[in-house]
């Protein structure tokens, strides 16, 4: 493939990267970022190809108008909510699924605004509280579910359900039970849990020996290909008893998803979410996670710590605005302490 990029023909660049683009759409997270060292041409490609493909327009249109979005984006960063759910699975897999609903995880105490957007510009086909709420979302995290509903201007119907949490959202999303939707979109970038699992095999494995989680489920992921584990962890993930944090060597992070979006002015920046989220993966017998909220009237926002005290000095000095390179020290650190 290097000879591609030594063709100086004008006329046939355009065609070879082409090609090049072509190749890359069968190539999963992990042989993507190896393609970027080929050369500094197939390095530009790739990153022309991401900023293409990732573009977090590509999954909300279904949803929203041009100009919705960049409210969307607004609304993201002053509530600090998270789109987790077939949508951020679909546009990190590159796919689009007809019949997806927009979840949105955010933390009850900052929901209003998003809440009052959606009662304004939706119909709430159902009253919040536990006895409506759909299986999936029984959990201890969650306090809420409200759904809504319109029809879009190209007569497409869009379902927006709207999780509220009692902490952070990323707890919710750890308790949901499934690898392969262990992934969530920022006001600014995109992550994945387990990428190896959720794209390259495609495993989905149950986190805590999930058997509740409700067969219409369980049936819908199994149809879009995945093939559903309770112990198997393929080599490069996580052995048992490690500790991990959004941002680490296995997790995967698209950076920039809304760049194509117009910023509204006026922003402050949005919430870290990087570094400072923390969690233990065991098996015992199954896989499961343990980690706490972190909640301080001096930090900016909820968290999720490990089970482990030295996280909060780690949580504090990041939430207070240390420098990158105190981060690392701090979060080295950590991660030598066993």
Not at 66 to 74: D, K, P, R, S, Y
Request: proline share 5%; aromatic share 12%; charged share 25%.
């Amino acid at each position: 493939m290097a000879a591609f990029s030594r063709l100086n023909c004008s006329s046939h660049r355009r065609s070879s990267e082409d090609v090049i683009h072509y190749l890359m759409s069968f190539l999963g997270p992990e042989d993507l970022a190896r393609w970027t060292q080929v050369d500094w041409h197939i390095h530009t490609l790739t990153k022309e190809f991401n900023k293409s493909v990732y573009d977090v327009r590509r999954v909300l249109k279904k949803h929203f108008s041009e100009e919705e979005i960049a409210v969307w984006h607004a609304l993201l960063k002053i509530t600090h909510a998270m789109i987790s759910g077939s949508t951020a699975l679909q546009l990190l897999s590159r796919v689009q699924y007809v019949d997806s609903d927009l979840d949105v995880y955010v933390q009850e105490d900052r929901s209003r605004p998003i809440l009052s957007w959606l009662q304004h510009c939706y119909t709430q086909v159902s009253e919040a509280g536990w006895t409506p709420s759909p299986p999936q979302y029984r959990d201890r995290a969650i306090t809420k579910v409200y759904t809504f509903v319109r029809t879009t201007s190209t007569r497409s119907r869009s379902v927006v359900q709207l999780i509220l949490t009692k902490s952070n959202p990323l707890e919710a999303i750890l308790n949901f039970g499934l690898t392969c939707v262990m992934n969530f979109i920022t006001c600014d970038s995109a992550y994945s849990l387990f990428p190896k699992l959720t794209f390259d095999h495609p495993i989905a494995v149950m986190i805590g020996g999930r058997q509740d989680i409700c067969s219409k489920l369980y049936a819908k992921y199994e149809k879009r290909g995945w093939e559903f584990k309770d112990q198997i962890i393929p080599a490069g993930q996580p052995a048992p008893s490690k500790r991990r944090y959004v941002g680490d060597v296995y997790c995967w992070i698209v950076p920039d998803v809304f760049q194509k979006v117009k910023v509204l002015r006026g922003l402050r920046e949005g919430p870290l979410v990087k570094y400072i989220n923390t969690f233990t993966l065991l098996h015992r017998p199954h896989p499961v996670f343990l980690f706490k909220p972190l909640r301080s009237p001096y930090f900016e926002s909820c968290y999720t710590r490990a089970r482990d005290r030295s996280t909060i000095l780690f949580v504090k000095s990041v939430d207070q605005g240390a420098s990158d390179k105190t981060m690392q020290a701090e979060l080295e650190a950590w991660l030598l302490k066993k």
